[in-house]
Every structure is written in C-alpha cells, then in structure tokens.
C-alpha cells in the first residue's frame, strides 16, 4: 500500500507522451498473445461427479 502511495507523484508527473506509448504496447501485447483456452477439457474416462 505504501509503494502505490510514494507512485502517485511519479504517475502525475508521466507525460502524455509516455502514456501513449504504454497504451500502444499494451494494445500489441493483446493483439500478439494467443487467447487464454478457456474451454474445460472433457474426461470421458472418468466416472460420472455426483
């Protein structure tokens, strides 16, 4: 908690600039990054949960 407190200054102090520029990489990153499997996998083998 105290490090996000002493952050603030340095994120108010952040140019426009260099948000931008996060934005765009964050942006790249989930354009390139396979989406997360999220369907559950199916044991057929197993006995059925009550």
């Known amino acids: 908690m105290l490090a996000r407190i002493q952050n603030w200054p340095a994120l108010s102090a ?3 600039a260099a948000e ?5 990489v964050l ?3 989930v354009a390139v990054l396979p989406p997360p499997d999220s369907t559950p996998a ?3 083998g ?3 949960p009550a």
């Open 20 to 24: 931008d520029v996060e934005i765009l």
């Open 42 to 44: 199916i044991d057929v």
């Open 27 to 29: 942006r790249h990153e």
């Open 46 to 48: 197993g006995p059925c």
């Open 14 to 16: 952040r140019s426009d």
